[in-house]
């Protein structure tokens, strides 16, 4: 009778064990989200300080911006971060514009009755993200 069992002879057994069983199901990996500096800091911005930012991303494009009235984070939309902001342009109509935000601090900015036509996310600001122009109003 055989005592001792060969190194070779033990691999074969245990491979040949693992044959049968099947691979144990990996999660799905979570994606990779790169940010800015810039994207966070429009979090941490006041309503005045924000209102300015929005304004000034809106005006760089040649679109005007006369009055920022609201805004809001919208959410998420690839790797970039979705506001939205209505504004009071020259002749007094307002216009809600949606601005994308991207990790290398790049700006898009859109009207937001395009965006739909795009098939992009609605310009609905997310609960609790809302701001205002951040100046005061006179009584």
Request: proline share 5%.
């Amino acid at each position: 009778m055989m005592r001792f069992v060969t190194p070779t002879l033990l691999i074969a057994i245990v491979s040949l064990g693992a044959c049968d069983k099947p691979a144990a199901p990996t999660a799905k990996p979570e994606p990779i989200r790169v940010r800015s500096a810039g994207q966070d800091q429009l979090f941490k911005l006041d309503d005045l300080n924000r209102a300015i930012a929005l304004k000034r991303a809106i005006s760089a494009t040649g679109s005007q911006c006369k009055r920022l009235i609201s805004s809001g984070f919208v959410g998420p939309y690839k790797n970039m971060d979705m506001w939205t902001a209505r504004c009071e342009d020259s002749r007094s109509a307002e216009r809600d514009w949606a601005i994308f935000v991207g990790a290398n601090d790049s700006v898009q900015v859109r009207l937001c009755q395009d965006t739909v036509v795009a098939g992009l996310p609605a310009c609905t600001a997310r609960a609790g993200t809302e701001g205002g122009s951040g100046v005061a109003k006179k009584k």
